[in-house]
């Protein structure tokens, strides 16, 4: 039997506040709900001590920084809706990970309305130093691998 791997879904209701002056939803709040999407894949994946730098740092020091963000805008949103956005690992490296990100809008029929693509580094918080993806890591980033 064929395990089929997971994707983080967050659901986050659009504010009216949110929109700007051409009556739409502002392009900086796409990235905004990327990062909060992330975030919960990162809590997944390593629950709060992933993703607290006071933890990480009394831990062994090693957590995520995002190295590089690009998304490409399909359709505007405008208020009220809910975005529902899906995150997956594409890519594992040795220091870094791939991340894919699509958006859907529930007012427009869950039609994609954006996607992205992000490069996340582990560092080590201490020393400044890249961190090498151990096995543990590796492991636990393949169960949001699509296949």
Known sequence: MIKKNKVSVTKISVQWGEMDAF???NNV???RWCETARISLFR???GEKGINMKEILDGNGVGPILANFNINY???LTYPDEVTIHTNVSQIG???FKLNQA???KKSGDTLVADATSVVVMVNYISGDKFTLNQNIKSELEKFILR
């Open 23 to 25: 009556n739409h939803v």
């Open 29 to 31: 709040m796409y990235i």
């Open 44 to 46: 997944e994946i390593w």
């Open 74 to 76: 399909k359709l505007p």
């Open 94 to 96: 040795n220091t870094s």
């Open 103 to 105: 958006l859907f809008s």
